[in-house]
């Protein structure tokens, strides 16, 4: 969709001219990803991407799909500039039926997403031990990172990890986390994912 659509200046013109446009880097924010991805399996039966959201004002979400077109086709799929158009349209002519329709989806998501409540509220330190322990399970030692293949740098890791190892006193967890930080960051290096241009070589 990249090539297809945000480079055509005729679609970047009903984009620009009806939405306010924000890209999101799914590694940079997975807990974003995670929700909107959730709504877009309950509207169209399947996830994927790339992944288009069409939000109101407040962050509701009330329209969503993945991939489209440029222009109509594929057995009566509707093209990018087409959908976008017409949720322009349909949002001038009754926004109301759209915030409904999406409080509606919202609210099935929300009771089929509620945990059963503990007696205590977790502390900071079990919060965070918990979510160490899920990245050392998903940890993979051969080439670093926390998935298997294909591989995406996820800083928001990495950022948690070394708060973790600044604000633990347990020394056990810090080892293995220091040294699950140090091999995913070497590999990324050595894999070739440089600041190239702010890069300084003496």
């Known amino acids: ?10 679609i970047a013109q009903v984009m620009n ?4 446009n924000i890209k999101m880097d799914r590694e940079e924010r997975p807990d974003i990803d995670r929700v909107y991805m959730t709504f877009v399996q309950a509207v169209s039966g399947s996830g994927g991407w790339p992944m288009s959201v069409w939000l109101t004002a407040d962050l509701k979400p009330i329209y969503a799909g993945t991939y489209y077109p440029p222009d109509d086709r594929y057995y009566g799929r509707p093209g ?12 001038e002519d ?3 039926k759209f915030i409904l329709s999406a ?13 059963p409540v503990g007696k205590a ?4 330190k079990a919060v965070s031990g918990r979510c160490v322990q899920q990245l050392t399970r998903s940890y993979e030692p051969t080439f670093g990172g926390f998935s298997q293949q294909p591989k995406f740098p996820q800083p928001s890791n990495v950022v948690f990890l070394l708060h973790h190892l600044a604000t633990t006193s347990d ?15 070497k590999s990324m290096a050595i894999g070739g994912i440089h600041d190239h241009v702010g890069m300084v070589r003496k």
Do not use: G
């Open 121 to 124: 509220v977790p502390d900071a």
């Open 171 to 185: 020394t056990k967890s810090k080892d293995d986390v220091a040294k699950m930080v140090d091999h995913t960051l």
């Open 94 to 96: 009754d926004c109301e």
């Open 80 to 91: 990018f500039r087409a959908l976008l158009q017409t949720i322009s349209d349909q949002w």
């Open 103 to 115: 409080d509606s989806i919202l609210e099935v998501i929300k009771k089929s997403a509620i945990l």
């Open 1 to 10: 969709m990249e090539r297809e659509s945000f480079e055509s200046e005729s």
């Open 17 to 20: 001219d009806n939405f306010v």
